[in-house]
């Protein structure tokens, strides 16, 4: 007799991470069992240990114990969240049949974890409960950092995306305020990134242009990840001596300037090349706490300087 239940991975779910699979019908495990029973072989794709970040392809066969069954929620009136619908409205930069494009706003999660309640995929999930959608994230922005997200609506998008994202042809343009500022008006930050949780470095590179030098203390920069580690921006900041203002993380302890109390750093913009070959550009307006400091140093909303020429 199976003491196990096996869930077939449908063409819905293809290319969506396992984790995400995991919040959507079983609601009641947290993300740390999730990983713990991960680790002990309780859950299994296609017979082998895997990561929570694995993909999903079509065809693939989840083998869950039926201890965790108990979690199970296949219902997707489950997950409905009041106001979803408007909220997706209120911050949508675009929509097609294919591709929603998303300003994040400043302090919300994009996937849920230990503690986190309210967050992007949840939200995303509820907005499309009554469609026949399954919105997909290919990307992920930093809890504190807004701006622009890309979302697929299909499976051929998420494909697609993904495939510019492995081969680094789509183009992110972040905004920041730094404490100090580069000495070059343009380079390239070359720096190791480690990851303490995994016991693993990586090579990690990040363009910036210096838009403008407030003060002595205060600099604009642009700033474009090559690779994409996570905290990658805020991490080569901090190494090179200009960490980013209301960066709690990795910003300067000493808090020698006047006190900011939330990161700046937006997801200005991305340019891509869209399915039928159209190069595509999106901005997403700053965040409110980042608008307040654009006035109070009269800086501009729209700068004549192309950051990032050639790329």
């Known amino acids: 007799m199976k003491d196990y239940t096996e869930y077939i991975i449908d063409e819905d779910f293809s290319n969506t991470r396992l984790d995400r699979w995991f919040r959507q019908y079983f609601k009641g495990l947290s993300h740390n069992d999730l990983e713990k029973y991960l680790r002990k072989g309780f859950i299994r794709v296609n017979k082998k240990k895997i990561k929570s970040s694995y993909r999903l392809s079509e065809g693939d066969i989840i083998r869950i114990s039926d201890f965790l069954n108990s979690f199970f929620s296949k219902n997707r009136k489950d997950i409905k969240i009041y106001g979803s619908e408007d909220f997706i409205k209120k911050n949508t930069l675009h929509i097609d049949d294919d591709l929603l494009v998303i300003n994040k706003p400043y302090d919300l999660a994009v996937q849920g974890g230990t503690g986190i309640k309210r967050h992007l995929d949840g939200l995303l999930l509820s907005a499309f409960s009554s469609k026949k959608i399954t919105p997909r994230l290919v990307h992920r922005l930093d809890k504190e950092t807004s701006g622009v997200m890309l979302i697929a609506l299909n499976r051929k998008m998420a494909s697609y995306l993904s495939g510019l994202f492995k081969n680094k042809d789509i183009y992110k343009t972040y905004w920041a305020i730094t404490e100090g500022s580069p000495e070059k008006i343009r380079g390239e930050i070359n720096l190791t990134i480690e990851d303490n949780e995994k016991n693993e470095k990586y090579n990690s590179l990040t363009k910036y242009n210096k ?19 996570t905290h990658q921006i805020r991490k080569h900041a901090s190494m090179s001596n200009f960490p980013i203002v209301g960066d709690k993380k990795y910003g300067n302890k000493n808090q020698k300037l006047i006190k900011f109390n939330k990161l700046h750093l937006h997801s200005h913009s991305v340019d891509f090349k869209g399915l039928n070959g159209d190069i595509l550009h999106f901005e997403a307006p700053l965040p409110e706490h980042m608008m307040e400091t654009w006035i109070k140093y009269n800086l501009p909303l729209k700068p004549d300087n192309d950051f990032f020429i050639g790329d």
């Open 211 to 229: 838009v403008l030098k407030i003060n002595d203390d205060l600099c604009w920069i642009a700033f474009r990840p090559v690779t994409g580690r």
